[in-house]
């Protein structure tokens, strides 16, 4: 069984840079089949874009899909972990902040991100989000 964050992340997750149009942060999460990227400031992480930020932050309010990412991105208050964390403590890290992604850092870099449904498909494979988590996403 798992027991460190390293053993469940997904591994060189989609990034993007701070000042870049929130529309290349779509596409980027729609080429890797993923609902985030990790936002960096010159390489160093400060936040996690979802398409829920985009949504609520840019369409439904109208702006430019040229929107630089760093007005829509979460970042305050930003939590990460590195690979070694134990998975009981990422668990604790996002109940306590109520988050559902953490970026994981090592050396300045982002390595990884582990969400919700990851620690949920390794923790409790049985429980209706392990099988939400799991299933194929609909095209």
Excluded: F, W
Aim: glycine share 6%; charged share 30%.
């Amino acid at each position: 069984m798992a027991t460190t964050v390293s053993d469940v992340m997904t591994r060189d997750p989609e990034t993007v840079e701070v000042s870049e149009p929130v529309v290349e942060a779509a596409r980027r999460m729609r080429d890797a089949d993923t609902g985030d990227v990790i936002v960096l400031d010159n390489g160093r992480v400060v936040g996690v874009l979802t398409d829920r930020d985009i949504t609520i932050r840019v369409v439904a309010e109208n702006k430019d899909l040229s929107t630089p990412v760093g007005e829509a991105c979460s970042a305050s208050d930003l939590q990460t972990v590195g690979p070694d964390t134990s998975l009981d403590q990422a668990v604790q890290l996002m109940r306590d902040n109520a988050i559902r992604r953490l970026p994981v850092v090592e050396n300045d870099r982002a390595v990884g991100i582990i969400s919700l449904g990851d620690l949920a498909i390794e923790l409790d494979e049985d429980s209706a989000l392990a099988d939400i988590s799991a299933a194929a996403p609909d095209e």
